[in-house]
């Protein structure tokens, strides 16, 4: 099994920063990748970054191209998401995600493991 754990969520100014951390434990050996999604109330979760733990490949969301940036350390089994110029629509609930297997590394249901999301709020 698979543990992930996300922090770094909070309350912030429209065009204000936030950067959000996701710590996974567990067995976590042979992973391909980790995303980040989120989910506004009275709507679908929904695709933001993803970044692959064994190539140089990461893919947004059109949404987020520009602002959001997805990193990892592989060292410390950490991703991160540093959001910039945030906007009120990117209030949502962000989760971290963790699957096994190939591409595609945008597709919710594709994904095997999940933490249990942290508030972001970009206020108006």
């Known amino acids: 099994q698979v543990q992930l754990v996300e922090s770094g969520g909070g309350l912030v100014q429209a065009g204000g920063s936030l950067s959000l951390s996701c710590a996974a434990s567990g067995s976590t050996f042979g992973s391909a990748a980790m995303g980040w999604f989120r989910q506004a109330p009275g709507k679908e979760r929904e695709f933001v970054a993803s970044?692959?733990?064994?190539?140089?490949?990461?893919a947004y969301a059109e949404s987020v191209k520009g602002r959001f940036t997805i990193s990892k350390d592989n060292a410390k089994n950490t991703v991160y998401l540093q959001m910039d110029n945030l906007k009120p629509e990117d209030t949502a609930l962000y989760y971290c995600?963790?699957?096994?297997?190939?591409?595609?590394?945008?597709?919710?249901?594709?994904?095997?493991?999940w933490g249990r999301g942290t508030q972001v709020t970009a206020s108006s």
């Open positions: 970044i692959s733990l064994s190539e140089d490949y990461t």
């Open positions: 995600a963790m699957k096994r297997g190939g591409y595609p590394y945008t597709t919710v249901s594709r994904y095997d493991y």
